[in-house]
Each structure stands twice: as C-alpha cells, then as structure tokens.
C-alpha cells in the first residue's frame, strides 16, 4: 500500500501555463507539507497544513496555491508557469505536526519540467 | 536562525569499511535531528531520529548516528558499507519549538558512494 501519493510523476509544461499537483496520504496523519528539491538537490519546505489549516507560507510566490479539501489530500496548484519552477516537488505528512518528534513520509515527488 | 551543515558534497567508501557522513547543526535549544536518505528517483526515506536520551541512535538499515550537544554534531555512521548503500543523504532538524515546529531544515545534501 503506498502511503504517500502523488500524481502526476511528472509534468512537462510550457511557460504561462497553469498545472496541479496531487497528493494524498492514507496513514491517517494530521499535517501534510510541499517540499521542492531544486536542481542542486536542495530542499526547502514551501507549505504545511494542518487538519485542514496552512500553516506554513514560506515566502512562495502567490502564483503557488495549496488546497486541502481534507486532512488527507493536500494539492498544490501553480499559475502562470516560468522556468525556474522546474523542479521536483515533494509531499509529505507526518502525524500529530505539532509534536515535533515525528518524522515526515514522503511521497515520490513530481518532477516538473517547464519548457 | 536554525540551519543545517553537511559539508561533504560527497562521500566514497569502499564496500565493507565503516561510513561517516557528517552534519553540524545550529539551532536554539534543544534540537530534534533526523537523517534521510533518497535513492535515485524517489522520495526520501527516514532512517532515524535523535528527539532526547542516548546520544547514539540506531536506525534503518543497519545506520546508526550519534548525537553530540557540545559539537553540535549528529553524524551518520555505518560500520560496514554495502554497494546498496549508495544513494543521497540528508540530515534534517525540526526547531522544537511551537512556532515554528513544523518545519523541517534541510542540510544541502551529500552523495555516498560505496564502491565494491
């Protein structure tokens, strides 16, 4: 059973377009987050929710919009597409996200190309 | 602010001698410090966690890592390296604090390779 999905596992688009990403998790966790590994393999979180409610906005362009219709999906929809969105993007959940000490499961990541 | 140090790029090991790949961290108070490793396209995957008590923590795969609070270090530690082993490896801390706790910081990442 895979316990962090994500669809698609990759996604080549052209700039200006506006694509959506999905995610969901079936291990009953409470937060879920979007990572995005850059090409240097760097990872840096873009948004958190927790049952339902963001909260986490790290200074993401506006044209980045997450939406959580329930605690466990968590859809990350971008506009108006520009090159340096080429990345791979990751999500994540972990249970109880205000307890520090658990670890996050990630999904497979979608890679995204945009031409 | 928190951060997270792993300043190998990349590690070359052979197979069957003991691994270290290494993370320094910076945070205020106590840190909760985890490793992760990702094999060639996929997601990460947790190995362990050091959250409170012994500082040498056992994880997945036969990984262990050892948490030093004077040097601010946590480094991964195999005592003997398979070829299987090679793959990217990162070191994450999660400031535990309540503001902020949700987040996971990232060190940038270093490449092990096992060779046989």
């Known amino acids: 059973d895979t316990a962090v999905s994500q669809t698609p596992k990759y996604l080549v688009t052209q700039m200006g377009n506006d694509k959506s990403i999905k995610c969901e998790q079936n291990l009953g966790h409470d937060t879920m987050y979007w990572y995005k590994q850059d090409s240097k393999k760097f990872l840096k979180i873009m948004f958190s929710?927790?049952?339902?409610?963001?909260?986490i906005n790290e200074t993401v362009p506006n044209r980045f919009s997450p939406k959580s219709p329930d605690k466990a999906h968590l859809n990350l929809h971008i506009n108006s597409l520009e090159l340096g969105d080429s990345a791979v993007y990751f999500c994540a959940s972990s249970p109880l996200g205000g307890t520090p000490g658990y670890e996050q499961y990630f999904g497979p990541g979608t890679r995204l190309t945009v031409t | 602010a928190q951060s997270v140090a792993q300043p190998e790029d990349q590690v070359n090991v052979a197979e069957g001698n003991p691994l270290t790949v290494k993370c320094t961290y910076s945070v205020s108070g106590n840190p909760y410090l985890f490793w992760y490793v990702q094999y060639p396209n996929r997601g990460l995957q947790f190995l362990l966690k050091y959250i409170t008590g012994d500082n040498l923590v056992k994880g997945s795969y036969g990984f262990e890592a050892e948490f030093n609070k004077s040097q601010t270090s946590f480094h991964l530690k195999k005592p003997s390296a398979l070829v299987s082993d090679s793959a990217l490896y990162f070191c994450a801390v999660r400031d535990p604090r309540m503001d902020s706790s949700y987040k996971l910081i990232f060190g940038s990442g270093t490449r092990l390779l096992v060779r046989p």
């Open positions: 929710y927790n049952n339902k409610e963001l909260i």
